[in-house]
């Protein structure tokens, strides 16, 4: 079993920035993916980038390439978001997953079995 608690969203000025965290507990290892998504009001589920625990591996949506950045603290036991640059359109409920098995490259919600229940980011214009 893995937790996963996210933390950081808020309301914040196009342009702006925040750093979106995950707190993961239980049995992640260093061949584990986590990852971050989310999702718009009538709109499915988005990736957005991922990563291993071990640090490596990093990926990202095209739509957020540039902009967003991934990064793990293990002895922190946290992953996060640094998000950048932000306009109204990000505004969404953004969601921490693992993932505990090895994927070569996982970036659909399918593949990530555990799931925290998300951080709200709202852009204003």
């Known amino acids: 079993q893995v937790q996963l608690v996210e933390s950081g969203g808020g309301l914040v000025q196009a342009g702006g920035s925040l750093r979106l965290s995950c707190a993961a507990s239980g049995r992640i290892f260093a061949t584990s993916t986590l990852g971050w998504f989310r999702q718009a009001p009538g709109k499915e589920r988005e990736f957005l980038a991922a990563i291993r625990w071990s640090a490596s591996g990093a990926n990202y949506a095209d739509s957020v390439k540039g902009r967003f950045t991934i990064s793990v603290d293990n002895p922190k036991n946290t992953v996060y978001l640094q998000v950048d640059s932000l306009k109204p359109e990000d505004t969404a409920l953004y969601f921490c997953?693992?993932?505990?098995?090895?994927?070569?490259?996982?970036?659909?919600?399918?593949?990530?079995?555990?799931w925290g229940r998300g951080t709200q980011v709202t852009v204003s214009s």
């Open positions: 997953a693992a993932r505990q098995r090895f994927a070569i490259i996982a970036t659909t919600p399918r593949q990530f079995e555990y």
